[in-house]
């Protein structure tokens, strides 16, 4: 089934989400579109879905009486006045993606089966039972896609630098911002003009003034540990370039550490260089890093390296992750040699 599967970790938080006081029907609907693609569901689909939803009420979704039987006419103006033959196509595409299964009665028709006191024995129509059943794993994939999204965008924007920088025109690599792309191919372009001539040459001649840059803040940033506090409004204000790039609001250090776990593959930081920073320089230390490297992503020409130098300095004890994080953020300064 579509749906079967671990959540992922880090996926606890979208829990919430569904016990909140909105409609857990259009929380659901909600993020079925969102993770559209990865569920496989055309978009007039989730028009059918939104059409079969608004017959179950919120306390029969609480109680978890998720068969309806509309007929056609009734399912149709629930639809967009969608027409019939329109309506059984996306109706099986429902079926065949594993969002809705067909409960057969003995005559095919929908109906329900009442006693004496009007109450339910037997119905036969469209379950959508599974969509509370597996509520967890929607959430997750609609998690998952949000953060794909996020991580194409950064790559994207990654790639629009390079060509201005290297000032390319190749057709190729500019097609990449205006078509339909994979990450795998945003991060094969990136690489590749990384390493062309008119990149390496540039960050030879530049290579004093990266490392003029490099030592200015990083000798700003010692002592050796953080002894002001800052919060999680304070950071997301100050590196607002990485901040634009989510799709959804920043408000705790947890939403900050996801976002530079996002960003980080689009700095060029492979996940070795990930794992080792993260360790020296702590979580919080390592999401101020990530996020400052992104607001002065211009400024840096070698932002792998810088990682690493901050990392050692971290492990020497020689380093104020703070200090350094504001003199990266600070928008009006231009390390030396840059100018």
């Not at 919080?284 to 050692?312: C, D, H, M, W």
Request: some cysteine; aromatic content about 4%; overall charge positive.
């Amino acid at each position: 089934m579509l749906f079967a599967g671990r959540v992922p970790d880090g996926q606890n938080a979208m829990k919430a989400a569904l016990i909140q006081n909105h409609d857990p029907r259009w929380t659901i609907l909600a993020q079925i579109q969102t993770a559209r693609e990865a569920i496989g569901i055309r978009p007039r689909s989730l028009t059918v879905l939104r059409g079969l939803l608004s017959f179950v009420t919120p306390a029969k979704w609480h109680a978890g009486e998720l068969i309806v039987f509309p007929s056609n006419r009734a399912l149709q103006e629930r639809c967009d006045a969608m027409d019939e033959r329109t309506l059984r196509r996306h109706l099986a595409h429902l079926c065949a993606a594993g969002v809705i299964q067909r409960k057969l009665s003995p005559n095919r028709k929908r109906y329900a089966v009442r006693d004496v006191t009007g109450a339910m024995m037997m119905c036969y129509g469209f379950d959508l039972s599974g969509l509370k059943a597996h509520a967890e794993r929607i959430a997750a994939l609609a998690e998952d896609a949000k953060q794909q999204t996020l991580r194409l965008r950064s790559l994207r924007s990654v790639l629009r630098h390079l060509l201005w920088e290297s000032q390319s025109s190749d057709a190729e690599m500019h097609k990449l911002l205006r078509n339909k792309t994979s990450t795998e191919e945003l991060e094969s372009a990136i690489e590749a003009l990384r390493n062309t001539p008119q990149m390496t040459d540039s960050h030879g001649q530049n290579d004093l003034h990266i490392q003029n840059s490099d030592k200015e803040i990083i000798e700003e940033s010692t002592p050796s540990s953080i002894t002001e506090a800052i919060t999680a409004s304070d950071c997301a204000d100050a590196a607002k370039s990485a901040v634009e790039l989510s799709p959804t609001p920043v408000q705790t250090w947890s939403d900050l550490e996801n976002l530079a776990e996002t960003l980080a593959p689009a700095l060029g930081l492979k996940s070795d260089l990930q794992k080792n920073a993260r360790q020296s320089l702590g979580p919080k230390g390592y999401t101020l890093a990530v996020l400052g490297l992104v607001q002065a992503f211009e400024r840096i020409k070698n932002v792998p390296r810088y990682l690493a130098t901050l990392s050692q300095k971290a492990e020497n004890g020689e380093i104020n992750i703070l200090k350094m994080f504001r003199s990266l953020t600070r928008s009006h300064r231009f390390p030396a040699g840059n100018q």
